[in-house]
């Protein structure tokens, strides 16, 4: 098919694969290798003024999230000023964490493990990036291709989600004039500040110290005890950028039991994770009970009628467009 043929698909369908030519790269700092992207738009393009960057799941499928992040600005009429991308994170193996259709791995691609990058951790070979900073210098390059950005939204869902919510605190700055914006949708597990968790009350939450059935529940990644090396900064520090940076959360109404349409087989079922709730929904209301209570935060978190754990359901939603597109909305 060609490429024209396919980004009509791509418009039309939110399962329309992307083509092989809407896959740039660029080289990452310090000889770090190469990262791949999907991109809507050609380089320099002066009519976009914003970027909605939608980061894959564990199985890195980059081209389907890259669609649904398509089909939601098109849905939002945005695609005339808005650059969507997705990142492709290369691995070394990928036999299993790999999507048809998504190419493999060339000679001199950065590369991790089907589960360092979504931890953030610091890529193979002899110079090595973390994820988090590969993250942050596609921003960079975005921004440098794009002269007249002035937003970049980062929207995760999945694995993604999981691995941007826990970025944010140890992001480096921006670029000078650009607002950088959080969306996390459906993630398998939170980044944690503090040692309390949720506790179900009613029909809502508190949050509560845990009893010591479940020891190192609060190590990363789960929460900010032991902290990696690699990771810039400290828990404190990280703990107060988190809570300054702008964050939205999305959740699917139907990713809250233990179904098929809930992918419920591929949850972190680990003691940690499950002291932050029994299903991905759970987690997410927990999470926003946490911030409530004890980051003094009110953020918002859209429940999505209808969707259980799919991107392309989630992000080209109604509810959605205010979160991903707000000031339109």
């Not at 030519?21 to 999907?38: K, M, S």
């Not at 949720?198 to 032991?226: H, I, S």
């Amino acid at each position: 098919m060609k490429c024209a043929a396919c980004l009509l698909l791509m418009l039309l369908t939110v399962a329309g694969g992307a083509c092989a030519t809407d896959l740039r790269a660029f080289e990452l700092p310090n000889q770090a290798g190469t990262l791949h992207y999907y991109s809507s738009r050609q380089a320099r393009d002066a009519g976009v003024t914003s970027v909605l960057l939608v980061m894959h799941g564990h199985p890195r499928d980059a081209d389907r999230s890259f669609a649904a992040g398509v089909q939601a600005a098109r849905a939002a009429g945005r695609l005339q000023d808005t650059l969507v991308v997705a990142p492709l994170y290369q691995v070394e193996d990928a036999r299993h964490c790999s999507s048809p259709g998504v190419p493999t791995a060339e000679a001199g691609d950065a590369l991790w493990t089907c589960a360092s990058w979504l931890a953030g951790e610091p890529s193979l070979g002899a110079h090595p990036i973390s994820a988090f900073a590969a993250l942050d210098a596609l921003v960079v390059e975005l921004v440098g291709r794009y002269p007249n950005v002035r937003s970049v939204t980062l929207a995760g869902f999945s694995a993604g989600a999981q691995m941007l919510q826990h970025s944010i605190g140890f992001a480096a700055e921006p670029p000078a004039g650009i607002e950088v914006r959080y969306v996390i949708a459906d993630p398998g597990s939170w980044l944690y500040f503090d040692p309390v968790r949720p506790l179900a009350q009613g029909d809502g939450f508190v949050t509560a110290m845990p009893d010591d059935e479940c020891p190192g529940y609060n190590r990363w990644k789960y929460g900010t005890d032991a902290l990696p090396a690699w990771l810039p900064g400290n828990a404190a520090q990280a703990r107060a950028r988190y809570a300054a940076a702008q964050v939205d959360y999305l959740e699917g109404a139907q990713d809250s039991n233990a179904g098929r349409d809930a992918f419920y087989p591929i949850l972190d079922k680990s003691c940690a994770a499950m002291l932050q709730g029994p299903f991905r929904l759970q987690r997410g209301l927990g999470y926003v009970a946490y911030e409530r209570e004890v980051l003094k935060l009110q953020r918002r978190l859209v429940v999505v009628p209808g969707c259980g754990h799919r991107v392309e359901c989630v992000l080209p939603s109604v509810q959605a467009r205010s979160v991903l597109f707000p000031g339109r909305y």
